[in-house]
């Protein structure tokens, strides 16, 4: 359509402002050669949770969805030389693309994949008295959204930021009835975030060459 067409060309217009480094383009480059779906975040995404990062003063990162490790590369680059970002990845062909571009871009050190079901590594981390995390990116299977929220709040400090992403789905999110089981995902995330005593948090509508969606904030108290 061409409310499409704009999005993507306005994406292409700020790209001056991203400023996408070659090294970003590298890692996306080795996960589409993998030929892993194509489904990281975009450009502005990626530099946007390097400013979130950035913005709470963040030393510790966990991300849920590491895919080919390119929001992964946004967030470590962000960090302090003895930060850390902890990703939590379901499949192990998708950890060793990441493990791998991560790697040949220096920033393998502060980067430590997790392979396996998500809720499995939370209720370790959780179970293990994981020292807090400051910022988390949850872009995993939607299914499951609630539970690893439920799990990234009690898992981070006082002040930290949950970014949720993809919770708008085309509008999508609104049809009470709808028979995609991601939408019913999201649907019962928003209604326990909203419920949630621990945490203060907006939804922010977006549009760009990814289409029409959105991402939760959520800030701890
Ligand atoms: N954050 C990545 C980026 O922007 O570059 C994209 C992540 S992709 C949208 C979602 C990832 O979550 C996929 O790699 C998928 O294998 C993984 N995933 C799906 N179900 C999962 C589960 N139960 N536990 C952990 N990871 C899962």
Same mark, same amino acid.
């Given at each position: ?11 292409? %217009? ?7 480094? /070659?090294? #970003?383009? @590298?890692? /996306? ?17 990626? *530099? ?44 192990? @062909? ?5 493990? #791998? ?26 179970? #293990?008295?994981?020292?807090? %995390? ?9 299914? /499951? ?38 939408? /019913?995902?999201? *649907?019962? %995330?928003?209604? #326990?975030?909203?419920? @949630? ?17 959105? %991402?939760?904030?959520? *800030?701890?108290?």
């Amino acid at each position: 359509s061409s409310a499409e067409r704009a999005w993507a060309a306005v994406d292409a %217009f700020v790209a001056p402002l991203v400023d996408e480094p /070659q090294t #970003a383009r @590298d890692v /996306q480059a080795a996960a589409s050669d993998a030929g892993l779906p194509d489904i990281a975040v975009s450009a502005a995404q990626g *530099r946007l949770l390097e400013l979130l990062a950035r913005s709470v003063g963040a030393r510790r990162i966990l991300e849920i969805g590491t895919l080919g490790g390119y929001s992964t590369w946004w967030l470590a680059q962000s960090l302090p030389t003895d930060g850390r970002v902890v990703s939590l990845e379901l499949e192990p @062909d998708h950890a060793a693309v990441a493990s #791998a571009s991560l790697a040949a871009t220096g920033l393998g050190d502060r980067v430590e994949v997790l392979v396996g079901p998500a809720l499995a590594s939370l209720d370790a981390l959780v179970a #293990a008295g994981s020292e807090p %995390f400051d910022l988390v990116f949850v872009d995993a299977d939607k299914q /499951q959204l609630a539970a690893y929220t439920d799990r990234a709040i009690t898992l981070s400090r006082p002040g930290a930021l949950v970014m949720v992403d993809n919770v708008v789905r085309g509008g999508a999110v609104t049809d009470a009835d709808h028979p995609d089981d991601r939408v /019913q995902g999201v *649907r019962t %995330f928003l209604a #326990a975030a909203a419920a @949630d005593e621990r945490v203060d948090g907006t939804v922010v509508q977006t549009v760009g060459e990814k289409g029409y969606d959105g %991402f939760a904030l959520l *800030r701890v108290r």
